[in-house]
């Protein structure tokens, strides 16, 4: 019913650029607002990532994919 954000890392092989511009094209086709937004050095699931397993760049770039999901919840799901 709102508008839609769609995170993408692009290191995730399951989903390919093209799929996910699909569905962009898709949603925006049936009136809904929606942005894609990439991330060219994470992959699936890297909400929970930690130092051990991936690189300080990763990691900070998870700090901005996190930090763009909850600044666009804080924005569309606050109380009015």
């Not at 898709?26 to 894609?36: M, P, W, Y």
Request: charged residues 25%; glycine residues 8%; hydrophobic residues 40%.
């Amino acid at each position: 019913r709102g508008p839609g954000r769609r995170p993408r890392g692009v290191r995730r092989r399951a989903c390919r650029r093209s799929q996910a511009q699909a569905m962009q094209t898709a949603l925006e086709k049936a009136g809904k607002s929606v942005t894609l937004l990439e991330y060219p050095l994470l992959g699936h699931a890297f909400w929970g990532w930690t130092i051990d397993y991936h690189t300080a760049e990763e990691m900070d770039e998870a700090v901005v994919a996190w930090t763009d999901f909850t600044n666009f919840l804080a924005r569309h799901l606050s109380p009015s």
